[in-house]
């Protein structure tokens, strides 16, 4: 089992920054990958960033150049730096955690709204 917990959603003007941050807990050894996801209101659920446990990202184009995935592996925690905010990230930002013939976790997800 493994439990997943976002924070760090917020509202922000468009321009701003804002740092989730995705705590991972239980089964979480191994090989895995661990993304972020977003759905807005009426859509689906897409990828934004991914980053696996050998260090390797992948950042959705909506996205490229303004938010970056990191990880801190002693704090078993996951972050989306957010930068240059447009009103199209707003979204319920989801973190999720997926090892080898396993099934995707999901965390509760955080808000991001970012608005004038």
């Known amino acids: 089992q493994v439990q997943l917990m976002e924070s760090g959603g917020g509202l922000v003007q468009p321009g701003g920054s804002l740092r989730l941050s995705c705590a991972a807990s239980?089964?979480?050894?191994?090989?895995?990958?661990m993304g972020w996801y977003r759905q807005a209101p009426g859509k689906q659920r897409d990828m934004v960033a991914t980053?696996?446990?050998?260090?390797?990202?992948n950042v959705d184009d909506s996205v490229k150049g303004r938010f970056t995935i990191s990880r801190d592996n002693a704090k078993n925690t996951v972050y989306l730096q957010m930068n240059s905010l447009k009103p199209e990230d707003t979204a319920v930002y989801y973190c999720?955690?997926?090892?080898?013939?396993?099934?995707?976790?999901w965390g509760q997800g955080t808000q991001v709204t970012v608005s004038s």
């Open positions: 239980g089964s979480i050894g191994g090989r895995y990958v």
């Open positions: 999720s955690h997926v090892r080898p013939g396993a099934r995707t976790y």
């Open positions: 980053i696996t446990s050998d260090g390797g990202t």
